[in-house]
């Protein structure tokens, strides 16, 4: 059973199962008869049925591919079997006697389709009146209905006479149904009318030029031709889809009216043996070789050997005409056929190729980690060609690269998407280089970069790299990232983007045109800046390109940082330490905050071919600069995920504390998103790097733990919530990390294999990460090594102990201890704590497993908890079960997995808190902490009432009590079917008990009910309830009665139903505060006095009828006034002043009713005026328009 995550949060998420594809059943006869049709719709086809010219075609066909249709084979094989044919007009037969219409409809298209029409079918479907429903009495059961009954007759699609809409009604019959059947056949034959007519018609103006007239055209050169019909319709075509493409709507919708006799949405419409040329753009870029002219094509027979084909296909006689037919259609079935093996065979091996290619990435970064030894960005064009080479080049090769350049670092395309999936577009415009160029490039050294002395996963490194945004597949990031190393590569760089730059310079009037214009440049200077030999040059070139867009949106940014790490790439470390850090820091501060983000930005992207020493040095220092003093949100989310990939590089330990302390300051930061990218790629990160070192357990824990207990100790009387959370939430950010840890240091580590029958890891297994670095499958290195691990793990804790498994020691021994220490030092009252914890357990103890937490965790709780007989009178052992070690016990661990067993223990544990604390004598907040927390979630409402109604039959009155107190709290948010068929009854069975007390506890409950619910007759339950503790005489000495029902009536009077505060709420106040008027006991005077001013000024908020008011709210109020008098002065001046606002209230209602009840004589009085405006407005002789304006206001 999935667990149920108690804070209302999806932690875990399902993966949703592919239905497996449907099997059709070949194996039933067609001598069985038809059959019969889905409940769903008993006109739609059968899931089986296949079309009937199969039957008598050749034993080989196309796969269709449409639901329903089955092998060729099997239906020869079943003809075989039962040794009979059925005939053609049998079977329309039977199914037209059967009342199949649409599978008889779609039999007479197909019959259609292979030239040999039914005359059966042709008249059935011909006749209109087989589709008229009969009027009258329906048939019996027993009578079968003609071929008129179950239709309707289709209207034309031309016409809407015809229609008759009265027939047609929502009655829920499915006519409506039938008709859209019916009239999307007479619409697909229209359609194929249209078509063969629109066929003759292209031919016919292909001939429409008279030939005489092409001999005077074709001898004369410069004479131009007339435009023909046809070309004019396909130009047409073309230019209207270049001004739609475009944006140039308003001129494509005039150029759509001129031409109102070509519909622009068809390409067919212009003639459907032409095939359509490229777009407009592609026909000017290819203006250098025009394409062949439809004059000069010529039709040419394409013929088979009948004899090659399998079957006998073809007689021995000289076929007649209707058999020619039928041979073509087999001759095209067969054609079709083998296509459809061709294609699956193709599928098959791009599959092997992507395949191969992930498994040679996989080798590659196995091999030689990142950054790489060598560099070859300009042989990313013959990347195709070397890529199945790649797994046997020497690793020293320049040319063994990845086919991906500069994806395999920086995560541009990913190692499941190969370079084939490029725009092909793109890729046809990039020239292959010539092999002299080629061989210059094997002759270049390679570049070295400093390797990191570091042990990421491949997974681990590529999901940290993948945060660093690149710019995606296109051409112009291909040329940004392939930087020119020659004079032949150079001029066909040259060659490649100018075409693209030169337009882009004449049209140059706007600011978009600048800046697309800015961003064809970024592969000249990136070339230039790579190749110029003087440093001068190259420094000016640098400046450009990052001064080159005044606010470079992310696009623009992406192709920047794109360049700079091909030049990083290409240069070596040593240059980009002197070229490009120093443009980075000139724009540290710069005013523009998409200019400082390009820094950040450009700082985790250089961070790979950076000398470790800058690295861990200077750049570590300007992203911490950033960090702390930039203002801008998003720069400062980017610096957070810049300094995450220096972690994944950086190898010094001294710098430890300094990670620890950009952890610390970026998780206050006052924004969301910055906080937000800590937990998602630094911490994780940083888990990694201080793993290696061997400090997670022994430091960085460790230093969480204590902060936590530092601010525990200073904030006994108030504690600083917000710095808990950061701390606690970087904690829970390091559960999957130490999980990981675990596992990599087991003693069967080292047995762990990979092997084909792994099983798959259950997904409800983890918790759902925030990131793909917080995933244990990614940090392992792979979920085929998870899952070996895991199985191997539940095993040893299970059977073997962990004995010498030092990192799970440490847990067990010392951080479950520490944390219940501090667990029971907060502050059980503070829900936001409590919700915290309890989350962090549950993150652990899911992470960890159900067997760790069954034999590790829970028996250390209960251990503390102690709960037993003999502790039930002692203070010493009920002083646990005061703190939030029980709400956190209970909603943070036992909460964790939701099977039966799960739940009673569940249960059982807080009826025995709650038996336990009442019998005690003990404060309930932590048993009110525990229902307040569980109640949050709806999945564990009927579980609560499970317990409630534990203390609801509870022997002791005290256990009664609180059972009754605890409704209060989770009756909101429950639903009204829950309140009514559980709660409701279990108030009133408490209020029926002998005892007072448990009756004044249900009060509070009874209110909550009255603010929530809106069901009438529940609310008149309740009503009666508690009107009977106000007017049953045994009540009228029962001053803690009088004090809650006050107190509840304040609290639920303002949200209440205006109908009960008007006619219940108030009366009784106005009741009791008479009656405390000639209470002789001071001490319950002034307590009822109290509650009552506090009750009567939360409604003072509300509206009050006037009668209402006049008749209960102020002599109520008149009372209070005139018991603080005597008793608290101070009230009194407030009374005062509250009597006095409503007094008020009173007379202006008065005064607004008496000018209501004037305007109404003064109405009486105007009639006559009135009648003269309007027999003067009955003179004016205006048109409407001009009318209109005289009641329209002036401005």
Same mark, same amino acid.
């Given at each position: 059973m999935a667990s149920v995550n108690p804070f209302n949060l999806s932690d875990s998420e399902e993966e949703a199962e592919r239905r497996p594809n449907e099997?059709?059943?070949?194996?039933?006869?067609?001598?069985?008869?038809?059959?019969?049709?889905?409940?769903?719709?008993?006109?739609?086809?059968?899931?089986?049925?296949?079309?009937?010219?199969?039957?008598?075609?050749?034993?080989?066909?196309?796969?269709?591919?449409?639901?329903?249709?089955?092998?060729?084979?099997?239906?020869?094989?079943?003809?075989?079997?039962?040794?009979?044919? /059925?005939?053609?007009?049998? &079977?329309?037969?039977?199914?037209?006697?059967?009342?199949?219409?649409?599978?008889?409809?779609?039999?007479?298209?197909e019959l259609l389709e292979a030239g040999r029409e039914l005359p059966r079918l042709r008249d059935y479907f011909s006749n209109p009146g087989n589709f008229e429903r009969q009027s009258g009495t329906p048939p019996a059961k027993d009578q079968v209905l003609g071929p008129g009954g179950p239709l309707n007759r289709a209207g034309s699609i031309s016409t809407l006479d015809s229609l008759d809409f009265a027939r047609y009604s929502d009655d829920g019959n499915r006519e409506s149904d039938e008709r859209v059947a019916v009239l999307e056949f007479e619409l697909r034959k229209a359609k194929e009318t249209i078509q063969a007519l629109?066929?003759?018609?292209?031919?016919?103006?292909?001939?429409?030029?008279?030939?005489?007239?092409?001999?005077?055209?074709?001898?004369?050169?410069?004479?131009?031709?007339?435009?023909?019909?046809?070309?004019?319709?396909?130009?047409?075509?073309?230019?209207?889809?270049?001004?739609?493409?475009?944006?140039?709507?308003?001129?494509?919708?005039?150029?759509?009216?001129?031409?109102?006799d070509q519909d622009f949405e068809l390409w067919d419409d212009v003639g459907l043996n032409i095939p359509k040329p490229p777009d407009l753009l592609q026909l000017y870029r290819n203006c250098g070789t025009p394409l062949p002219s439809p004059r000069d094509t010529v039709d040419v027979s394409v013929g088979v050997d009948f004899g090659d084909l399998p079957g006998n296909c073809i007689a021995q006689d000289p076929p007649k005409k209707p058999d020619l037919s039928h041979q073509q259609t087999e001759v095209v079935q067969e054609l079709e056929y083998q296509i459809s093996l061709l294609n699956n065979e193709k599928q098959s091996l791009a599959e092997q190729i992507k395949k191969l290619q992930s498994e040679i990435q996989t080798l590659k970064r196995t091999v030689s980690s990142p950054p790489p030894a060598t560099l070859d960005l300009g042989s990313q064009n013959t990347s195709h060609r070397l890529s199945s080479s790649t797994t046997t080049t020497s690793s020293t090769d320049p040319l063994s690269v990845p086919p991906t350049d500069n994806g395999q670092y920086l995560d541009i395309r990913g190692v499941s998407e190969p370079e084939t999936k490029s725009d092909p577009s793109s890729t046809q415009t990039i020239s292959q280089p010539h092999p002299q160029s080629l061989n210059t490039l094997k002759r270049r050294p390679p570049v070295q970069f400093a390797q990191p002395n570091r042990k990421l996963s491949p997974a681990f490194q590529q999901a940290l790299l993948s945060f660093c945004r690149m710019c995606s597949d296109s051409r112009l990031g291909a040329e940004v990232s392939r930087i020119a190393d020659s004079e032949e590569s150079v001029m066909l760089m040259l060659g490649r983007c100018?075409?693209? &730059?030169?337009?882009?310079?004449?049209?140059?009037?706007?600011?978009?045109?600048?800046?697309?214009?800015?961003?064809?440049? /970024?592969?000249?200077?990136?070339?230039?800046?790579?190749?110029?030999?003087?440093?001068?040059?190259?420094?000016k070139l640098l400046h450009i390109l990052f001064n080159l867009i005044k606010?470079?949106?992310?696009?623009?940014?992406?192709?920047?940082?794109?360049?700079?790490?091909?030049?990083?790439?290409?240069?070596?470390?040593? #240059?980009?330490?002197?070229e490009l850090l120093p443009q980075c820091w000139e724009q540290i501060n710069h005013k523009y905050p998409e200019r400082r983000l390009l820094v950040a930005e450009s700082c985790g992207a250089l961070a790979p071919y950076l000398p470790k020493e800058i690295r861990s040095s200077l750049v570590l220092s300007m992203l911490q600069q950033m960090l702390a003093e930039d203002k801008a949100d998003m720069v400062r989310e980017a610096v957070v995920k810049s300094l995450s990939i220096i972690m994944g590089y950086i190898d010094d330990p001294d710098k430890y504390s300094q990670g620890f302390e950009l952890m610390l300051l970026s998780l206050g930061d006052p924004s969301e998103r910055v906080v937000s990218a800590v937990h998602q790629v630094f911490i994780p990160a940083f888990a990694a790097w201080t793993t290696e070192l061997g400090t997670l357990q022994t430091a960085l824990i460790p230093s969480l733990l204590a902060r936590i207990e530092k601010l525990l100790m200073q904030g006994e009387h108030v504690l600083d919530e917000y710095k808990l959370h950061v701390f606690l939430s970087a904690l829970q950010s390091l559960i999957p990390p130490l999980f990981a840890v675990v596992l990599q240091n087991a003693p069967f580590t080292s047995r762990a294999k990979l092997t084909g029958d792994i099983s798959a890891i259950e997904v409800t297994r983890f918790p759902r990460p925030a990131s793909p670095l917080q995933d244990v499958a990614t940090i392992i290195g792979s979920r085929e090594m998870l899952s070996a691990l895991l199985l191997l793990y539940d095993y040893q804790l299970e059977h073997e102990g962990t004995t010498g498994w030092d990192s799970l020691l440490w847990v067990v021994n010392q951080l479950l201890p520490q944390l219940i220490e501090i667990v029971g030092r907060i502050n059980v009252t503070s829900s936001s704590c409590v919700h915290e914890f309890s989350r962090f357990f549950w993150r652990l103890c899911r992470t960890f497993g159900k067997i760790f937490t069954n034999t590790k965790v829970k028996p250390q709780f209960q251990e503390i908890?102690?709960?037993?007989?003999?502790?039930?009178?002692?203070?010493?052992?009920?002083?646990?079960?005061?703190?939030?070690?029980?709400?956190?016990?209970?909603?943070?661990?036992?909460?964790?997995?939701?099977?039966?067993?799960?739940?009673?223990?569940?249960?059982?544990?807080?009826?025995?808190?709650?038996?336990?604390?009442?019998?005690?004598?003990?404060p309930l907040d932590s048993l009110k902490a525990s229902f307040v927390e569980l109640g949050a979630n709806p999945v564990y409402h009927e579980l609560l009432l499970t317990v409630l109604w534990y203390g609801v039959v509870h022997?002791?009155?005290?256990?009664?009590?609180?059972?009754?107190?605890?409704?209060?709290?989770?009756?909101?948010?429950?639903?009204?079917?829950?309140?009514?068929?559980?709660?409701?009854?279990?108030?009133?069975?408490?209020?029926?008990?002998?005892?007072?007390?448990?009756? &004044?506890?249900? +009060?509070?409950?009874?209110?909550?009910?009255?603010?929530?619910?809106?069901?009438?007759?529940?609310?008149?339950?309740?009503?009666?309830?508690?009107?009977?503790?106000?007017?049953?005489?045994?009540?009228?000495?029962?001053?803690?009665?009088?004090?809650? +029902?006050?107190?509840?009536?304040?609290?639920?009077?303002?949200?209440?139903?205006? #109908?009960?505060?008007?006619?219940?709420?108030l009366p009784h106040l106005h009741k009791l505060a008479l009656a405390n008027n000639s209470q002789t006991a001071e001490s319950k005077r002034i307590?009822?006095?109290?509650?009552?001013?506090?009750?009567?000024?939360?409604?003072?908020?509300?509206?009050?009828?006037?009668?209402?008011?006049?008749?209960?709210?102020?002599?109520?109020?008149?009372?209070?006034?005139?018991?603080?008098?005597?008793?608290?002065?101070?009230?009194?001046? +407030?009374?005062?002043?509250m009597i006095k606002e409503c007094e008020i209230k009173v007379e202006n209602r008065g005064m607004a009713d008496a000018q209501g009840s004037m305007s109404i004589a003064s109405s009486l009085v105007g009639e006559d005026a009135k009648t003269k405006f309007l027999s003067k407005m009955g003179q004016l002789t205006t048109s409407g328009a001009m009318l209109a304006n005289v009641f329209q206001r002036k401005k």
């Open positions: 099997t059709v059943d070949t194996a039933r006869s067609p001598s069985v008869g038809a059959p019969g049709p889905p409940p769903g719709n008993p006109f739609s086809p059968p899931a089986d049925a296949e079309p009937p010219t199969l039957l008598l075609s050749s034993n080989r066909t196309s796969p269709s591919g449409g639901e329903g249709s089955v092998s060729i084979a099997a239906i020869s094989a079943m003809a075989g079997a039962t040794e009979t044919r /059925i005939s053609v007009d049998g &079977i329309a037969a039977q199914l037209l006697r059967d009342q199949y219409l649409l599978t008889a409809l779609e039999f007479h298209t629109r066929a003759n018609l292209t031919h016919a103006a292909e001939s429409e030029v008279p030939s005489q007239e092409r001999k005077n055209y074709k001898s004369s050169l410069e004479i131009q031709e007339p435009i023909r019909p046809l070309e004019k319709r396909a130009l047409n075509f073309l230019v209207n889809e270049y001004l739609l493409k475009n944006e140039y709507k308003l001129s494509s919708i005039t150029f759509s009216d001129e031409n109102d100018l075409p693209h &730059i030169v337009p882009n310079v004449l049209l140059a009037k706007r600011e978009r045109m600048v800046t697309h214009l800015c961003q064809e440049l /970024i592969p000249l200077i990136l070339c230039t800046a790579c190749l110029h030999p003087e440093p001068k040059e190259r420094d606010r470079p949106d992310d696009e623009q940014r992406q192709m920047i940082l794109t360049g700079c790490v091909a030049f990083a790439r290409h240069v070596g470390p040593t #240059r980009v330490e002197a908890l102690r709960l037993s007989e003999e502790n039930v009178d002692t203070s010493d052992g009920n002083d646990i079960l005061t703190k939030a070690t029980v709400p956190i016990y209970a909603t943070g661990v036992l909460t964790c997995y939701n099977q039966d067993e799960d739940r009673k223990l569940l249960v059982g544990f807080l009826e025995d808190v709650m038996t336990t604390l009442s019998l005690s004598h003990a022997t002791s009155a005290l256990v009664r009590c609180t059972a009754a107190r605890m409704f209060e709290l989770v009756l909101r948010g429950m639903s009204e079917a829950l309140v009514d068929r559980r709660a409701a009854p279990a108030l009133i069975t408490l209020c029926s008990g002998p005892e007072f007390s448990v009756r &004044i506890s249900t +009060i509070p409950a009874f209110g909550t009910i009255m603010e929530t619910v809106t069901q009438k007759e529940l609310l008149e339950r309740v009503k009666m309830q508690l009107a009977s503790f106000l007017e049953d005489p045994q009540y009228q000495d029962q001053h803690s009665l009088h004090m809650e +029902i006050i107190r509840t009536f304040g609290r639920v009077g303002p949200n209440a139903e205006p #109908r009960f505060r008007d006619e219940f709420v307590d009822v006095a109290t509650q009552l001013f506090e009750a009567y000024s939360a409604l003072s908020c509300c509206f009050i009828s006037e009668e209402v008011m006049v008749n209960h709210f102020l002599p109520g109020l008149r009372c209070l006034r005139a018991d603080m008098e005597q008793l608290s002065p101070e009230h009194e001046v +407030i009374l005062s002043s």
